[in-house]
């Protein structure tokens, strides 16, 4: 069955049961799989072709809620909801304070100060209560209840039995004093009101609504910020002449021009110019990256140096951009093992806190415990039984989490990757792109005796400027970095796993493995460069086997190098360790984790960069199946695995641990696979995304632990009697306010790197 799936927005959703009711209506539907997201009031839904968006959106609304199809195009901030939601908490504080205060303090209760409380109550109570009053009418019509439900008939209890004992009871007696407690006592009801209950849990309840709508806009900004980093518009290259136009009119193979300062508008690879780019916004890293012809860009990163003329290769949803905030999105809607038992307890909680209530009401009644006694305790009961903590746990957590990780460039898909983290203690580490750079660089260059080095660096880089194979790119690159001329080569020529040939400056030369000397009639072993004139140039890497290349080497890892029938100096190539490598090892056994190098090659180049970067165990000269022969090996010891690759063969490996982490500067198919993408191309990202994981799901773990003891601890003391209904209501709005800025410390998490 062909199954699609979409984001849809929801409207008029005051707390986790509301959120609870819609995904039940819309899983009803047949074929239609939905998880309803409150804080992010988002619902992502999987429905088959039978089922339109037209239909979901028809089911939420029927359930007495908004919906509408969500785009990924970034959209403003609507304030309004926000502005008008702070103004009805400030005009109902002003009015409510002198009420409270006048309640609390009997000296100042003077002659008719209950009616005074009343004219001040009154507009709280209608005006500033009427968004859960409203939500509770709606819900009301379609036979449910939610949080609404709890806060309105509370509210409007204590605020009718108030008017009751004042216009039929003895609190309407000029001169009448109340006396404020926080524990509730046994009175016949007649001369109490409670209009200061009626007005300070509206208030709390207002500032607690509008802090969380805050909070949960803060914790969402990060996205925002995502969607809104990549270019507006673009010079595009028409029949030679710029055109700007909308980035959303750039299509595949256009070339475009971005000058000093602007962003990069998509992804693509440098036609023309050379300059730096900084990717800091996009990934975190600080560097800026020099860039040149053939070199790949990221769009929504900025050209910080010269003009640049680029061919885009991916644009609108293909681009990296979009794919990170895809997967943002996707983290956010998720729900963690926890969060759904918290969620099924939501959609059962209201109603049994409403017979809760009422059980108590009719407890105290029949032990005689006093009408207003009775009444005051079932409101309290009715109060402080929020379950918007337990609803706000882990979606705000996700939000703040993952959207601090799109900025320091780690992705993570949904909180089960989260829960997954914290067990991990085994990480597989694949050397070629994840440890090493994956670019052949020149490390030694040996002469022989009576030769120069720059002279054989410079012969061997004449020639293999004709080539393309890496050893040849390693090659010219060195003698490009030392400043020495290339000469022109003539008659070149290529022998496919042996090396290169060409006439340079009238000489033959010959750049490769000692079979292809050999076929020249020159004996390499004879004539190899011993002692004497030896030049060496060193760079941060472990020496590799160029023989497993293609083309020239000795065991040893030496590319010859002769010339008019003799051997005249040595190179080698290594496959450089990355600067940051070592540290990101150490940094990881710091996590309690075991790490494992991971590699095709050689057992002998796999240990000399494992040692070079402190690690221990390795596994070498495995095929695509091997590594995941590899990662079931280590499972079946029982251990917890975490994979690292960026290949396409490591995509099997990456789906088959336990935690897969992708390079985002790797294959498709290896980013598909894993659990978290790092968008930058260093081994200390994986630390961070392994440290802001645990973070995150340690975050949501301690969320759901206070909302859980709040609700267990609150309801038997409100039903003991033990609670005034307005400190419950400040109780329960400070326990939805304490979950989301529980959150928001996730902000300040910080990357190894800074």
Known sequence: MDVQRIELSIGGMTCASCAMRIEKKLNRMDGVTASVNYATETASVQFPATVTPA?????????????????????????????????RLLV??????????????????????QWASLTLAAPVVVYGGWPFH????????????TMDTLVSVGTLAAFGWSLWALFLGSAGAPGMTHPFTFAIERTDGSGDIYLEAAAGVTVFLLAGRYFEARAKRRAGSALRMVLELGAKDVAVLRDGREQRVPVAQLRAGDRFVVRPGEKIA????????????????????????EVGPESAVTGATVNVGGRLVVRATRVGADTQLARMAELVRQAQSGKAAAQRLADRISGVFVPVVIALAVATLAFRLGAGGGTAAAFTTAVAVLIIACPCALGLATPTALLVGTGRGAQLG?????????????????????????????????????????????????????????????????????????????????????????????????????????????????????????G???QTVRSHGAALESARSNEGGSEAGGILVAWDGRVRGALRVEDVVKPESARAVQLLQGLGLSPVLLTGDSAHVARAVAAEVGIVDVVAGVLPEGKVAAVRELQAQGRVVAMVGDGVNDAAALAQADLGIAMGTGSDAAIEAADLTLVRADLLAAVDALRLARATHSTIRGNLF?????????????ALGLLNPMLAGAAMALSSVFVVANSLRLRTFRSVGS
């Open 92 to 113: 109902t504080a002003a009015l409510a304070v002198p009420v409270i205060v006048l309640a609390m303090v009997p000296p100042w209760q003077f002659t008719y100060w």
């Open 706 to 718: 206070w909302a859980f003891a709040y609700n267990v601890v609150g309801l038997p003391v409100a």
């Open 55 to 87: 239909d979901l959106v028809a089911t939420v609304e029927k359930t007495g809620y908004t919906a509408a199809v969500s785009t990924p195009e970034p959209v403003a901030e609507p304030r309004d909801e926000l502005d008008s939601l702070r103004l």
């Open 532 to 534: 004497g004139g030896t």
């Open 410 to 530: 780690v992705l993570i898909k949904g909180p089960e990757a989260l829960e997954r983290t914290r067990r991990v203690d085994t990480i597989l580490l694949d050397k070629t792109g994840t440890v090493t750079t994956g670019r052949l660089a020149l490390a030694d260059v040996t002469a022989s005796p009576g030769e120069d080095a720059d002279e054989v660096l410079r012969m061997a880089a004449a020639v293999e400027h004709a080539s393309e194979h890496p050893v040849g790119r390693a090659v010219v690159r060195a003698a490009t970095e030392r400043g020495l001329p290339l000469a022109a080569v003539t008659g070149f020529g290529n022998v496919p796993g042996l090396g290169v040939h060409g006439t340079v400056d009238g000489r033959a030369v010959l750049v490769g493995r000692p079979a292809l000397l050999q076929s020249h009639g020159i004996a390499p072993d004879a004539a190899r460069p011993h």
């Open 266 to 289: 998509t992804d693509g690879v440098v036609d023309e110019g050379s300059s730096a780019v900084d990717a800091s916004l996009l990934t975190g890293e600080s560097v800026p990256v």
């Open 134 to 145: 409203r939500a509770a009418f709606v819900n009301l019509r379609h036979a449910a209840a």
